[in-house]
């Protein structure tokens, strides 16, 4: 039976009925009865398994297909009405043209198959915050997963009324054939279409197509943004919480900064961290004329390599309930499941992501896939904030940039001003990672690690940056950091982790003018000594290192960013060009 009486659900529903074709409905109610009996139904079809549920209650694991294990940028689209609103680095079709293709795609799709009515909010219903949308879909991990990473349930619908204000997501399984997979985003109809895949970021849809794609273009219509950034507030000794959002590339350190533990010397001085949001901050101006953020998710969607209890206990400690494991490796002794770097000695009766046997002598891949992911409540998370579920959000005092670059970015600087630090965020770049199909390790520019996430022209983003800022009294600060930077041998220079935390605390005394800093062509560098080291074993030759600035690098980094500039045929904000010849100037000038 229908859960709204709300004319533009029911007819669009109408609609992507009458071409799927499903054999029956069900209508999401969020209800903890009906997910149990959805999860029961997917242990009968090989669709999770359930692991040991004394030492993992409410857990399950779930192998998606062997070609279908992470975001798909190559098949990804926005479709606007003009190209140009798309931009370069956007694959885009005209609206009409795809929307004939995926219709041809999705009739009949769900033919014997069942079609679930997920209703869900990105942030607390309710909040000036929240946005609301439905997804339709014929999977039942789907269903599951956004039950843990999205508000679902009936009060969407109350709080929805008779507004036709609502996301509309469509997505199939099909036969998963690679190429056939589409992952469409219409932002001017607020439209979400997903076809043959069954994965992660591809088919969550609340989460990269609508908290990113969709959103950013609501954003910038609307006046606020949507970002891919953690939230974390940082509680100092005198017990004063100040909060930095901060945006890295995927598999880039977001989940472990977003809830690390402060290290031995700090924690016994009174330091706390509390985390707000892992993936992604929803920013919006406020009366009090500074930013603040929400994180509109209510899960982690986190990276399960290289989680462990001294790299991210708190992340560990969220997966021990109520989460559902995808392509982990299992260990059939106990029912538990493993991957690379969980701890040294893999389980000796271990089947890898595909189910198949694997033991470290004879294996050539890992036994867990590199882009093996866990889905977990927020709320598992030791760490959590208090204001988690506030409707206002948090304000933010710093904004953070970084990526993985083994060379050229410093560990840490502060941009000069807000303009300065938009440039720095324009010019990000990463080596890629197994988060997206394709190669890995590769440098890209990766632009406030949106590149795959923005929902129009990346230079109207920029602009958009711009703009937020000269009507943002009371702005936060902007920093870039590297925790990658290698040594000659290829080994990483910075601990990293908990230690990220002797970082945090000099960019939140930058943000609040407690601290000088050196001055320099790229931006404000810390001087050695303000960064504490007590209990480590960097020396200061290591710290000078990871502070250094190769001219020659940088003067490299200028061209390569001129020729990225030049793929945006004139639209990069003057501002931004501007930036840039000024960083060259104060390059050329040094030498
Ligand atoms: P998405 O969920 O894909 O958006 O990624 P994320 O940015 O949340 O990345 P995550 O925190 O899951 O980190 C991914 C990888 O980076 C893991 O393998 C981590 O072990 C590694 N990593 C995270 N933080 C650090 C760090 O400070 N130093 C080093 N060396 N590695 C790190
Ligand atoms: C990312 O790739 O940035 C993720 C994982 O957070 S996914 O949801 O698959 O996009
Ligand atoms: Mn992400």
């Given at each position: 039976m229908a859960l709204t009486n709300n004319r533009a659900v029911l007819q669009w529903i109408e609609e992507q009925i009458a071409l799927t074709k499903p054999s029956q409905v069900v209508w999401i109610d969020g209800s903890e009865a009906q997910l149990e009996a959805l999860r029961a139904e997917a242990l009968t079809t090989g669709e999770l398994y359930q692991l040991n549920q004394e030492k993992l209650p409410g857990c399950y694991l779930h192998r998606s297909d062997p070609h279908d294990v992470a975001r798909v940028e190559g098949r990804t689209f926005i479709c606007c009405d003009k190209q140009e609103n798309a931009g370069p680095t956007n694959n885009w079709m005209p609206p009409q043209e795809m929307y004939t293709k995926l219709r041809k795609l999705f009739d009949g799709a769900m033919a014997g198959r069942t079609m679930y009515i997920i209703p869900y909010s990105m942030?607390?219903?309710?909040?000036?915050f929240a946005k609301y949308g439905l997804e339709l879909t014929d999977s039942i991990y789907v269903v599951l997963n956004m039950a843990i990473m999205t508000r679902v349930g009936k009060e969407v619908y109350d709080a929805l009324g008779d507004s036709e204000d609502f996301v509309k997501g469509l997505h199939a399984k099909a036969d998963l054939n690679p190429e056939e997979r589409y992952i469409v985003q219409f932002p001017e109809d607020n439209a979400i279409m997903s076809i043959n895949s069954g994965y992660g970021g591809n088919v969550l849809q609340g989460k990269k197509c609508f908290a990113l794609r969709i959103a950013s273009y609501q954003g910038q219509q609307e006046g606020w943004m949507a970002e891919h950034m953690l939230i974390l507030g940082v509680q100092n000794p005198a017990g004063e919480v100040r909060y930095v959002t901060a945006a890295f590339p995927s598999a880039c350190g977001k989940t472990n900064l977003a809830m690390l533990i402060p290290p031995e010397g700090y924690e016994k001085d009174g330091w706390k961290t509390w985390c707000v949001g892992d993936d992604i901050a929803w920013i919006r101006l406020r009366e009090d004329g500074r930013l603040w953020a929400v994180n509109p998710e209510t899960g982690f969607f986190g990276v399960a390599p290289g989680t462990n209890s001294s790299s991210n206990y708190n992340a560990l400690a969220s997966t021990q309930k109520n989460t559902i494991f995808t392509n982990v490796a299992l260990n059939l002794d106990d029912d538990t499941v493993w991957w690379e770097k969980m701890d040294k000695n893999p389980p000796k009766n271990l089947l890898d992501w595909k189910g198949n046997p694997w033991n470290p002598e004879m294996a050539t891949e890992p036994a867990a896939h590199p882009n093996s992911r866990f889905t977990s409540p927020v709320k598992n998370c030791p760490c959590i904030s208090d204001h988690f579920e506030d409707p206002q959000g948090v304000p933010i005092s710093a904004i953070i940039f970084g990526g993985r670059r083994a060379k050229t970015a410093p560990l840490v600087y502060q941009s000069r001003n807000w303009h300065h630090g938009v440039f720095v965020g324009s010019i990000m770049a990463s080596e890629t990672t197994a988060a997206a199909t394709g190669a890995v390790g590769v440098v890209r520019r990766d632009p406030m690690a949106m590149l795959p996430f923005c929902g129009y022209h990346m230079a109207d983003y920029w602009q958009h940056w711009l703009d937020m800022g000269e009507k943002t009294p009371r702005a936060p600060k902007i920093f870039n950091v590297n925790w990658f930077r290698m040594n000659e041998k290829g080994e990483f220079l910075w601990p990293g982790f908990g230690d990220n935390l002797r970082v945090l605390e000099w960019i939140l005394k930058r943000a609040f003018d407690e601290v000088d800093a050196c001055e320099t062509e790229i931006g404000y560098l810390p001087f050695?000594?303000?960064i504490n080291l007590t209990g480590t074993d960097i020396t200061t030759e290591t710290m000078e290192e990871l502070l250094r600035i190769d001219r020659e690098l940088w003067r490299e980094e200028i061209a390569n960013v001129q020729e990225f500039y030049g793929k945006f045929n004139g639209k990069v904000p003057g501002a931004l060009r501007e930036e840039l010849r000024e960083l060259e100037r104060r390059l050329t000038d040094h030498t």
């Open positions: 942030g607390p219903v309710g909040s000036p050695v000594d303000d």
